[in-house]
């Protein structure tokens, strides 16, 4: 039984990471609409908080950043709520992220995104 639960935990940690680097690498606004939660918030650096709706419409303006690369991710699992941090790479620039993951009606979407620029 503890084997199970380790097995689950593990196939969790890796559709989370599997999420976020889908995310990161979105080439359409489907994409985001399937990972992102109605109710997501996006903590900016700048200080601003926007929604799913901002997320997705910033995203088609900008697209992803195909040079940005995950590093140093962790995920913690507590039953349907988890919490991944990291560091996002993308050419000289470094953010750190906290994101919030629910699962509801059996797959993972995200709720909260927190980001802040590390200083060189």
Known sequence: ML??????????RTILIQLEDEWLHARDAATLERILAPDFIHVL???DLITKE????????????????????RVRIYGDVAIVNGTV?????????TDVFVKRDGRWQAVNAQENVVAP
Do not use: Y
């Open 89 to 97: 790479v993308a050419k000289e620039r470094e953010t750190v992220f």
């Open 45 to 47: 650096p700048s200080g």
């Open 3 to 12: 084997v199970a639960f380790f097995a689950a935990a593990l196939s969790t």
């Open 54 to 73: 901002q997320h997705i419409a910033w995203f088609r303006r900008h697209g992803s950043n195909p040079d940005a690369r995950l590093k140093s991710v």
